[in-house]
């Protein structure tokens, strides 16, 4: 897996917590 997905996984996580909060 590469380091750059795995950042892009947390802050689309961190996003759509921000949206659906």
């Known amino acids: ?3 750059t997905s ?4 947390v802050v689309a ?3 759509n ?3 659906f909060e």
């Not at 795995?6 to 996984?9: K, T």
């Open 17 to 19: 917590l921000k949206f």
């Open 1 to 3: 897996s590469m380091p």
């Open 13 to 15: 996580r961190h996003l």
């Open 6 to 9: 795995a950042a892009l996984d």
